[in-house]
């Protein structure tokens, strides 16, 4: 089941609902047309208990059909939701209304009998009047149910979208030390960009294509960038959540520190971000490879491979050279684009490597129908 949460429609509040209930039901009941007034009267009496209990009952239980059910959602998704909203709280306000729902037919159908018994129009009136109090009173039950729903649904729509088939890579590293860059500059097409709703930095999710696969990248701004004591229960459980989407993490360290964090804290944070996640393939990146001074000894070779392999149409699957510092540690430069050819086809073979019965590959020379 594929659930985008964008696609959630506005969630009526209390009044919102109750208002759009009985509106209808006020032209129903206009609707009626009988030449005896008791007929008439009953008609128009039982059609508004009626069609009031129908459409909140229809409005709450297409909400809770169309809102995913925690069991069938990803893990990453299921992780998410905890954290940002409480799983507990879901699954509870869900509930409720679906219990309203059948609260309502259960007021309409013993109302309508009312109606229906008495020969007498003014209790007939009276059953109506009976049947909207009970309903409204059910309805303010679930009112902080449907303020809760809507106030989620603006939450959930914000989360970074992640596609739990494709590979996804985590790109993580203190602030400042180049991750959106990165990512956009390894990006075909366009860059969404989301929050999590407990930071206030944007989270770039970026996309490239190789061979038919498309590949993830993801941002992590305030959640691997410090240290984790520091940290809540609820940034705790989006960073295992991490463990679910990553077929790898990179970790991206700004040599030059001129990120404002000095290199020691940033390996300091690498080693936590290694327990952390301990299931995921982890590879060390340094960035801002064109601040350091003197510029690795391969920047221009490697900057001439990338050029040709692209001049060639970028075929294929070669070893282009990665670009290394002084220390032989691999790094890159975004604003400049050099070593992000060779990092690309890197993390093909990373995630390769990782994914050993990988769903979506094919035999050599296989294509895909739907593409
Ligand atoms: N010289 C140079 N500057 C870079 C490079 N990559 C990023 N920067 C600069 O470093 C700064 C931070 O880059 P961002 O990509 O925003 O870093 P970030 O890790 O996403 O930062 P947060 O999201 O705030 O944690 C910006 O001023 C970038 O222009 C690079 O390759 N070379
Ligand atoms: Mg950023």
Redesign the pocket.
């Known amino acids: 089941m594929k659930v985008s949460w964008r696609t959630l429609s506005t969630v009526l509040l209390e009044d919102e609902v109750l208002d759009k209930a009985f509106s209808r039901a006020k032209k129903a009941a206009d609707r009626v047309d009988d030449s005896d007034r008791v007929f008439r009267v009953r008609k128009q009496m039982t059609r508004m208990v009626q069609t009031a209990a129908d459409i909140i009952a229809t409005e709450f239980t297409e909400l809770v059909n169309a809102w995913p059910s925690l069991d069938q959602s990803p893990l990453f998704d299921v992780a998410m939701i905890d954290a940002c909203v409480g799983c507990d709280d879901y699954r509870k306000h869900l509930a409720t209304l679906q219990w309203a729902a059948k609260q309502v037919q259960r007021i309409a159908s013993q109302n309508t009998k009312k109606i229906t018994r008495t020969g007498r129009t003014e209790l007939m009136h009276d059953g109506r009047r009976e049947a909207y109090g009970r309903i409204s009173s059910i309805m303010r039950q679930v009112g902080p149910s449907l303020t809760w729903l809507s106030e989620t649904r603006e939450i959930l729509k914000r989360l970074p979208k992640i596609d739990q088939v494709l590979p996804c890579v985590v790109v993580c ?1 203190a ?8 990512i956009s500059a390894l990006s075909t097409g366009n860059m969404e960009v989301n929050h999590y709703p407990f930071t206030t ?2 989270i770039h999710v970026g996309h490239f294509t190789h061979r038919r696969l498309q590949y993830q990248l993801v ?1 992590t ?1 305030g959640l691997l ?1 410090r240290p984790m004591d520091k940290r809540n229960d609820i940034e705790m459980q989006a960073i295992a959540a991490l463990e679910h989407v990553g077929s790898l993490v990179l970790f ?1 360290v700004d040599e030059s520190e ?2 404002g964090t000095p290199f020691e804290e940033q390996m300091n944070l690498l080693a936590e971000v290694e327990t952390l996640l301990p299931e995921t393939e982890l590879m060390l990146v340094s ?5 350091l001074d003197p510029l690795p000894e391969m920047w221009e070779s490697v900057r001439e491979a990338e050029a040709d392999w692209r001049a060639n149409g970028s075929e294929g699957e070669p070893h282009l050279p990665l670009l290394k510092d002084h220390k032989g540690r691999t790094c890159l ?4 684009e050099v070593g992000l050819d060779a990092m690309r086809l890197e993390i093909v073979r990373q995630v390769k490597a990782a994914r050993p019965n990988d769903p979506m590959e094919l035999p050599e020379g296989w294509y895909r129908s739907d593409q």
Do not use: I
Request: aromatic content about 4%.
């Open positions: 590293g602030p400042n030390v180049g991750k959106s860059a990165f930095k944007q941002d701004p960038d991206l001129s990120c960035s801002k490879a064109d601040l430069s975004a604003t400049e």
